[in-house]
């Protein structure tokens, strides 16, 4: 009997350290060549909604990695108090095609989310930051929060939410962090942070230029799919861009938008992470330029994963 795997079993198995050596590893099978991860497919339906496909193939060390993540993003499921995410993930054999492995994959969407944006700030940010921002406080900014916190020592981590009063509860919920402190706007969140993380789903830009200080490194998490923005496109066209994978980014990643209008190119980008994580290009070049990393989320990751837990609870 093909294994269910569930949301409560992969967070017993994945945590802030382990999720950010997997994320480290598959970047460096892709800078490797041995992933073969065909473009996200979209399904888009009425009302804002859509369905998406990831399939990865992965020669991993310890043997061949294949498997299907099939996600949902319904955004007005918030106000009917339902996840406005929903994800599983098809675990197969790459030697004979059976299926391993059912799993529900919320928490490995954004465990390995987490991750990656977090291995980007060890690349690119300045050493030792400070002041950490967290634009958004939603379900995958406490993700964001536990990860960054974990690896990063912060004197400040200002929070900023859509909603009134969201930032407060976010700060309340999540008082074992002791140095959160919520604010009621984007530029007084992101002023003077040393790494921002933004979050939201938002589809028109949020952080200015002008507000971010030389030498921050921008996580930028929120525009996952066409038409989502969360950065002025003058920010990017200041800045050191690298992104998770280039043809994934242009299409539904915080590039998209400036991209589809011809006021950013190809050119433009200065890496994919696989190569700064491999070390064919450099994460920063000097401490005042301003980095910033496009995060669309890869399949590559959500099977490297679901591997690892697999592994970790098949009988």
């Known amino acids: 009997m093909v294994p269910f795997i569930t949301e409560d079993q992969t967070r017993k198995i994945l945590n802030e350290k382990n999720s950010l050596v997997l994320a480290r590893e598959t970047f460096q099978l892709i800078a490797q060549k041995k992933v073969f991860m065909p473009p996200k497919m979209y399904l888009v339906l009425p009302a804002s909604n859509d369905f998406r496909a990831m399939p990865s193939f992965l020669e991993a060390p310890g043997g061949s990695e294949c498997g299907i993540k099939w996600i ?45 944006a977090v291995l980007a700030a060890t690349l690119m940010a300045n050493p030792k930051p400070k002041i950490m921002a967290l634009v958004g406080a939603g379900i995958q900014a406490a993700y964001q929060l536990a990860a960054h916190a974990d690896l990063f020592d912060f004197d400040q981590i200002r929070v900023w939410g859509f909603e009134p009063n969201e930032a407060e509860f976010f700060c309340k919920k999540h008082s074992s962090f002791k140095r959160l402190r919520p ?3 984007i530029k007084s969140c992101v002023e003077s942070a040393d790494v921002i993380v933004t979050c939201t789903s938002s589809r028109k830009p949020l952080v200015q230029k002008e507000w971010v200080k030389p030498g921050a490194h921008i996580n930028a998490i ?36 400036p991209f ?35 995060s669309t989320g890869l399949g590559a990751l959500d099977i490297h994963f679901a591997q690892f837990v697999y592994a970790r609870t098949k009988v």
């Open 72 to 116: 949902s993003v319904f955004p007005k499921n918030a106000g009917k108090g339902q996840p406005t995410v929903n994800g599983t993930i098809l675990l197969s054999s790459a030697d004979d095609g059976r299926l391993l492995a059912i799993m529900e994959a919320n928490n490995i969407t954004a465990m390995r989310t987490a991750a990656t």
């Open 183 to 185: 604010v009621t706007d």
């Open 222 to 257: 929120g525009a996952d799919a066409k038409g989502k923005e969360e950065l002025d496109p003058a920010l990017l066209m200041r800045a050191r861009v690298v992104v998770d994978e280039w043809e994934q980014a242009s299409h539904s990643g915080e590039i998209n938008v």
């Open 260 to 294: 589809s209008q011809g006021s950013f190119l190809k050119a433009n980008v200065h890496a994919e992470l696989s190569e700064v994580v491999s070390q064919a290009k450099n994460g920063r070049h000097a401490e005042n330029e301003i980095t910033i990393f496009d």
